[in-house]
């Protein structure tokens, strides 16, 4: 049994989403428990009182801030960024042995040069290439 919870300010949305869920359900043949709609996100917390993969969200967060009424916002690390491929650098940028800003240089990739990376990672508030040198070590670019 599925319980949803939509976080939608706008009660005109709030009414389309809900009818949605409800074709969905009827379309897609979904055990779905109750429908909870909300305008405020401290009154979705409030009412989340457990935890699984039973619970599905629908949260639409318009915001200048990372955090909203206690839910932190997620952000893309890199829109137009895929999982794995090649990158071309934009300006000098180091290479280190770990995700993090105070990792020391170990070289450094000028404007122009490219790298295949296998992995895309946050960490330490930046965005990360990641890829496996020759001789097995993985690296960590900072492109944020």
Known sequence: MLDI????EDYFQ?????DAIHKSKQIYILRIG???LYDKPNQLLERITERGSHLLFFLDIGSDSDVEGGILVAQPASPSLAATGTYTFTKPSSIKAQPSVASPE???YDKGMSVRYDKVLTADGHTWLSYVTYSGARRYVDIS
């Open 14 to 18: 709030q009414a389309r989403l809900e």
């Open 34 to 36: 109750k429908v909870d």
């Open 5 to 8: 919870f939509v976080l939608e």
């Open 106 to 108: 170990l070289a450094y």
